[in-house]
């Protein structure tokens, strides 16, 4: 992989797409045991499904975060569908895609493997033009400003306050544990953290839906109240959009209530910002339909003038939130943030608080470290 060569022709985009490959690697968790733990769920490993696209000498890459059915869904639904095509138009693509997996099933894994072939097809545009991906895009932004995420709930003090402490000492001014698993505990938890950071940092929450309304009402209040927490991420699931906004209408106004990481569909964003649901909607652009998923979403944020934070994926969210006019922040996860770090060259660090995406190297500015990668491999087989 790499960039055009100097002077690379920009009609090369008009080449046809050689080949498809898809991957899956198994990383396992560092939490305790091998274990994490949120407000709903336990996890032991991440599966990144991993897809590359061909076209005149040069590859692109995209990724998402699902179950190896993703990468088998790519296999033998979009790999077909976009091989021979010429590279010049995603969004054309992109629509083809969408049409195609009508009857397989767009949400969820339909919706997570067209996103991993969207991104990678953008990355390989980019790379055909010798252009690093957010110069291509139409970007607002230089930067991704970032809050620290994890604050799992099976941490124990030390480590919770650790790790939140580490991200403000690099300089991030917006910290977020999870919460609501054994609701009994959070006051102790959150007390560690307030009292290891300080009062400077702004302090987020994320239930993952593990609360009933009136009770996240209850916490909401405290949270609030006791810790000074500007952020509570659904503290009822996000399917539960009359409930999101009885949170938001009723709930503190310095407390703002957030959700959107589960959307897959137009469908699933309108209901949340119809009303609204939320005072910050959030996308995942390995989920939404990647960077074409993405561009529409940030259009009806605009429209309905709420921000849009984005959701992990962080060597990918980093060039392409900057294309979203009312964006927030980005999610800086610490499982990501390790797995990206493990399987790719060229991922980026925070710098003052934000990720500035790499304007020298062409696409996403990634490589992958197959040497690495391959004791996790749960799909797919290392290219030759």
């Known amino acids: 992989m790499g960039g055009a060569p100097t002077g690379a022709d920009p009609a090369g985009v008009d080449c046809r797409i050689e080949a498809v490959d898809v991957h899956a690697f198994e990383i396992p968790t560092d939490g305790p045991d091998g274990r ?3 407000g709903t769920l336990e996890w032991e490993s991440t599966t990144m499904v991993l897809v590359r696209v061909h076209a005149g000498g040069r590859t692109g890459l995209g990724y998402t975060y699902g179950d190896v059915s993703v990468a088998s869904f790519v296999s033998s639904k979009l790999a077909p569908l976009v091989r021979g095509q010429a590279v010049s138009s995603p969004p054309a693509h992109w629509r083809r895609m969408g049409k195609q997996i009508r009857n397989a099933g767009r949400p969820g894994v339909g919706a997570m493997a067209l996103s991993a072939v969207d991104v990678a097809l953008w990355d390989l545009k980019a790379r055909l033009l010798d252009l690093p991906l957010v110069r291509l895009l139409p970007a607002y932004h230089d930067r991704v400003p970032v809050y620290g995420s994890g604050g799992f709930t099976n941490y124990s003090l030390d480590r919770l306050a650790g790790q939140l402490t580490g991200w403000a000492e690099q300089g991030i001014p917006r910290l977020k544990l999870k919460t609501s698993r054994e609701p009994e505990r959070d006051p102790r938890r959150l007390d560690t953290v307030r009292r ?17 309304r009136k009770e996240a009402l209850y916490w909401a209040r405290r949270f609030h109240e006791e810790w000074d ?3 509570f991420e659904e503290p009822v699931g996000s399917p539960d959009v009359a409930g999101l906004r009885m949170l938001r209408d009723r709930g503190p106004e310095r407390l703002e209530i957030a959700a959107g990481e589960y959307a897959y569909t137009a469908r699933d964003f309108v209901d949340l910002v119809d009303g609204p649901a939320v005072d910050c909607l959030q996308a995942d652009v390995t989920r939404c339909g990647g960077i074409t998923g993405l561009l529409e979403v940030a259009g009806l944020s605009a429209a309905q003038h709420l921000d849009l934070s984005a959701h992990c994926a962080p060597a990918i969210s980093a060039h392409a939130f900057c294309a979203v006019r009312r964006l927030r922040h980005l999610e800086y996860f610490h499982d990501h943030v390790r797995i990206e770090d493990l399987l790719f060259e060229g991922t980026l660090s925070p710098d ?8 020298v190297r062409p696409g996403l500015g990634l490589e992958f470290k197959w040497a690495d990668a391959e004791r996790y491999r749960a799909y797919g087989t290392r290219p030759a």
Do not use: K
Request: aromatic share 6%; glycine share 12%.
């Open 36 to 38: 994490e733990q949120d």
């Open 229 to 231: 927490v500007r952020w």
């Open 352 to 359: 003052g608080g934000a990720l500035r995406p790499d304007t």
């Open 196 to 212: 290891a950071v300080g009062d400077e940092p702004e302090l987020f929450t994320d239930a993952n839906g593990a609360l009933a």
